[in-house]
């Protein structure tokens, strides 16, 4: 499938101040596709920008400002991808659930804290009711998600905690997420945070913004994603920015300003067009 992608974000400042580096998190994983063209325009423009690649393999812009103050900061990220299709593992050949915590992943996509008695139970539920099977469990778990989860959208904030989300039954992407890799994890699943854009238009404000979806290692199949928000399996209609073992460090924009506090506004615009 062919995305063309158009990310405005613009902070705003009720007075100059003077910007700190800045890490930018808006270029396309090279593993999920085929860039085909991509530009950044940021005002006011960095003294210094360079790419580097961070420790889980995503590909970063840092930028350093001068001296002077601006009320202004714009980042405007454009890129055209063709991504690929993941080959969707067979049912068949992974070993059945609970896995022993040994994996090629980050040993990171194992850890987090305990997510109470309540998901404990409900992933229990899941993995019983699929035959211990790791496929079954997490198809089930995608569908689940999906049926049960009144889902919004909160432009704001980290993701609920996983408890939260599930007694609630509510939730925006990145809480589905992380409850979804909770799961997983004590499951003894591998799993991390993915941030990016998805090709389907649903949204309930009917504008477009960034995603999330977990990625689970599945021993030779490697990552695989899956979308509670939407309830499928992850083939070809995302594109991934970043992906970590926590939302954290996916954020798309990590930076700040110097000197005494002021009021600031973020204000964003996504557009998305696919063909294929």
């Known amino acids: 499938m062919r995305f063309s992608v158009r990310h405005e974000t613009i902070y705003s400042y009720d007075r100059p101040v003077v910007l700190a580096p800045h890490r930018l998190r808006l270029t396309p994983r ?64 992974l070993p059945l659930l609970p896995w022993p915590c040994r994996s090629e992943a980050p040993g990171e996509c194992l850890l987090g804290r305990d997510p109470g008695p309540e998901v404990r139970a409900f992933a229990g539920a899941l993995a019983e009711a699929a035959g211990w099977q790791a496929m079954g469990f997490l198809d089930a778990l995608t569908g689940t998600l999906y049926r049960r989860t009144d889902r919004h959208i909160r432009q704001e904030g980290y993701a609920q905690s996983p408890q939260e989300t599930l007694e609630r039954a509510q939730g925006a992407c990145r809480d589905l997420a992380v409850l979804f890799i909770a799961c997983c994890r004590l499951m003894g699943l591998p799993a991390r945070f993915v941030s990016g854009y998805q090709a389907q238009a649903e949204s309930v404000d009917g504008r477009r913004h960034l995603h999330a979806w977990p990625e689970v290692w599945l021993a030779e199949a490697g990552w695989q994603g899956f979308d509670p928000t939407h309830g499928t399996r992850v083939r070809d209609g995302h594109v991934a920015l970043c992906a970590a073992p926590e939302q954290g460090a996916t954020m798309p924009v990590e930076g700040g300003y110097y000197g005494p506090p002021v009021a600031a506004r973020l204000s964003y615009r996504v557009a998305v067009e696919t063909s294929g």
């Open 30 to 93: 090279g593993d999920g596709g085929r860039v085909l063209s991509r530009g950044l325009v940021i005002a006011p423009e960095p003294a210094v920008m360079r790419e580097v690649m961070d420790a889980f393999g995503n590909p970063l812009v840092l930028v350093e400002f001068g001296p002077g103050g601006s009320d202004l900061l714009r980042i405007d990220s454009q890129f055209e991808i063709e991504t690929r299709e993941a080959g969707a593992p067979g049912a068949g050949g």
